[in-house]
């Protein structure tokens, strides 16, 4: 007997208590963060690999960042973050056929299909000369679909690729404001997220308004919550209010290879997951699309990784060219070992190009690191609200089924987590670890044969 897995994007809901801006806010033992991690078990789907009686799900991605608020002073606080844990594939499988900003997919049936309702779309190529190439889907119709750009330079038929949504304010933070960020009436006085525009060098601030319970962008009376965090960009959260919170964030690992598009200018981009990650691993220096290496700092790029579950920055880096001298430099530091050393695998990098516009190749891999990272402290904030995660189960098993939590932080030594119940309506509850923490998840079935 075969059991397929269809896992959605991991939701995260939260019942807040009362808060006001400069609050925090409080909860009940019985009003508990909720992060849903959305499960099926769809018969149509590809067989999942077997082993004696048991199966198992895909692993899915989760971590916490604990994010400072404001000082006494009034200085407000940024904090990074990466969006590495994707919104599950619409599409994976071959293009068949190219023409201008319009291709043709293999096996997709009706593309149209494809679009996501509320979140607009992207394409992911996977091999081939582009490799890493990214581009907004603008339109998707009954026999095609049409992106952004022109596609010649980068896909050719039988090229690999994906379709996903882009995640949203309202799929990161809900559309209630889930993790209590501080809200007011006006941008300036609230928390901000802020997502940079590398294009026009402009900042696009978002807040949630307080009397009309939304999110909106500064200066717009509109609801902002459909508003794109692109892929491969990042964003910073602004904090004013005062006290920790902690962030959720979980979906799909995104580990595929990236095109960065950088603009001179300034950039915050999300990696690919890169469990053996370090500087001189993630980022090309020769070949196709490398970073622009110079004979001193000011006249290469800048490269700083800001570490979310630790809040520390990495760098700034900058490659080295001079005759008989090359290498990776740490700004500053003569012969630092910094950039060998592994980086945190959800790490944000904020890019500075001293150059023109072009793509830099970032690479992910869910390989071990060959230096093992020392383990986060758990580091629980007094008064910690406790996180809850679920399986809800689409299909009815015999009562033999066993289900099993099993859980990793390196894809490669699983173990069972804690212990599970079974709601009337048919959800595998769970609870998730105190404090800043970053593990895959995956539903181990078992069944008596």
């Known amino acids: 007997m075969n059991f397929s897995p269809n896992?959605?994007?991991?939701?995260?809901?939260?019942?807040?208590?009362?808060?006001?801006?400069?609050?925090?806010?409080?909860?009940?033992?019985?009003?508990?963060?909720?992060?849903?991690?959305?499960?099926?078990?769809?018969?149509?789907?590809?067989?999942?690999?077997?082993?004696?009686?048991?199966?198992?799900?895909?692993?899915?991605g989760w971590y916490t960042v604990k994010v400072p608020g404001?000082?006494?002073?009034?200085?407000?606080?940024?904090?990074?973050?990466?969006?590495?844990?994707?919104?599950?594939?619409?599409?994976?499988?071959?293009?068949s056929g190219v023409s201008g900003k319009t291709l043709t997919l293999s096996n997709a049936g009706n593309p149209s299909q494809l679009a996501d309702p509320e979140r607009k779309c992207y394409l992911h190529v996977l091999d081939g000369n582009g490799q890493g190439f990214v581009t907004d889907i603008d339109e998707f119709r009954t026999s095609d679909i049409v992106c952004a750009d022109e596609l010649g330079p980068w896909i050719q038929p039988n090229t690999r690729v994906l379709i996903r949504p882009h995640s949203n304010l309202s799929n990161l933070f809900g559309t209630n404001n889930r993790f209590g960020l501080g809200a007011d009436t006006d941008a300036g006085a609230a928390d901000n997220v802020v997502i940079w525009d590398p294009a026009t060098q402009l900042e696009k601030v978002y807040y949630f308004h307080s009397t009309r319970a939304r999110w909106e962008e500064k200066d717009i009376e509109a609801d902002a919550g459909t508003a794109s965090i692109r892929f491969p960009h990042g964003l910073y959260l602004v904090r004013r209010t005062s006290g920790t919170l902690r962030i959720a964030?979980?979906?799909?690992?995104?580990s595929d290879s990236v095109l960065l598009p950088v603009h001179s200018g300034a950039h915050v981009f999300s990696l690919p997951v890169n469990l053996a990650g370090s500087l001189d691993q993630i980022v090309r220096t020769v070949g196709d699309f490398p970073v622009l290496s110079g004979p001193n700092a000011n006249r290469a790029d800048i490269l700083t990784f800001e570490e979310p579950t630790t809040g520390l920055q990495r760098g700034p880096f900058y490659h080295l060219a001079r005759p008989n001298d090359s290498g990776w430099r740490q700004v500053g530091v003569d012969g630092s070992t910094a950039p060998i050393q592994p980086l945190d695998f959800l790490s944000t990098l904020i890019y500075r190009r001293n150059g023109n516009a072009g793509h830099v190749f970032a690479q992910g891999s869910l390989n071990p690191p060959a230096v093992p990272r020392p383990p986060l402290p758990p580091d629980p904030e007094p008064g910690e609200l406790p996180l809850t995660a679920e399986f809800p189960l689409r299909q009815q098993f015999p009562s033999s089924v066993i289900y099993t939590v099993e859980v990793s932080t390196d894809l490669q030594t699983w173990s069972t987590h804690a212990i599970t119940s079974m709601t009337p309506d048919r959800r595998l509850i769970f609870d998730l670890p105190s404090g800043q923490r970053r593990a895959f998840y995956r539903l181990k079935i078992s069944m008596d044969f």
């Open 7 to 60: 896992l959605d994007l991991v939701s995260v809901s939260v019942t807040p208590g009362e808060t006001s801006a400069g609050s925090t806010a409080t909860m009940s033992s019985t009003s508990r963060c909720l992060v849903r991690l959305i499960g099926g078990l769809l018969a149509t789907c590809a067989p999942l690999a077997l082993a004696a009686q048991h199966a198992y799900t895909s692993p899915r």
């Open 70 to 95: 404001g000082t006494v002073a009034g200085t407000p606080a940024r904090t990074y973050l990466g969006i590495q844990l994707l919104p599950d594939a619409r599409y994976g499988g071959l293009v």
């Open 249 to 254: 964030l979980s979906g799909e690992i995104g």
